[in-house]
């Protein structure tokens, strides 16, 4: 994910992955007690560069390269 936030201690844009590994790092001691600390370490995934739109556009083109049709709408 390319999108930034606003660090409002630093006063700047810092990037989504950035922001968000910071408060995982806050929130780690708590998930762990409560059993969601798989849970919360997912919140990388989601924010990692590339989404699922962007795999499945990749998906796509690659089925179409091995002869897959389009199905237009």
């Keep these: 994910m390319g999108a930034s936030l606003i660090d409002g201690r630093a006063e700047q844009a810092v990037p989504v992955v950035d922001a968000v590994d910071a408060l995982l790092n806050l929130i780690a001691e708590d998930a762990a007690p409560l059993s969601c600390s798989s849970q919360v370490a997912h919140a990388k995934v989601i924010v990692r560069p ?19 049709a389009t199905v237009r709408c």
């Design 50 to 68: 590339g989404s699922g739109a962007a795999d499945q556009l990749a998906g796509h083109a690659a089925a179409l390269e091995r002869g897959g």
